[in-house]
């Protein structure tokens, strides 16, 4: 079983960027596609997005594509989520998330991940 942790947040402006980091511990690292989401207060949870195993290949939902960007040191089982122009809508907690299922281009649900970090907060002000 693996075990997730994830760090980096905090308290930011509008337009600032943030990189969040996933360490692993236990399993195989690379037997697991790696996903992130969010979940606001009074919201359900929202896929970010996700990288494949060999960290080659990402896909992200329109709501966030072109300031988020995943990528994964499989060598350090670690797994990254770097956002950029951030607005006041990020605010959330964000989780890393690993799924034993393949990778594919489209949203994830997250009943397709198994393991789940306890959350990093995003905050940002205007």
């Known amino acids: 079983q693996v075990q997730l942790v994830e760090s980096g947040g905090g308290l930011v402006r509008t337009g600032a960027s943030l990189r969040l980091s996933c360490a692993a511990s236990?399993?195989?690292?690379?037997?697991?596609?790696m996903g992130w989401f969010r979940q606001a207060p009074g919201k359900e949870r929202e896929f970010v997005g996700q990288?494949?195993?060999?960290?080659?290949?990402?896909w992200y939902p329109s709501s966030v594509e072109g300031r988020c960007t995943i990528s994964r040191d499989n060598a350090k089982k670690l797994v990254f989520l770097q956002m950029d122009n951030l607005n006041t809508a990020d605010t959330a907690v964000y989780y890393c998330a690993a799924s034993k299922r393949g990778f594919y281009t489209g949203p994830r649900n997250p009943r397709d991940f198994f393991s789940w970090g306890q959350g990093t907060q995003v905050t940002v002000s205007s």
């Open positions: 236990g399993g195989t690292f690379t037997d697991y596609v």
């Open positions: 990288v494949d195993r060999s960290g080659d290949d990402t």
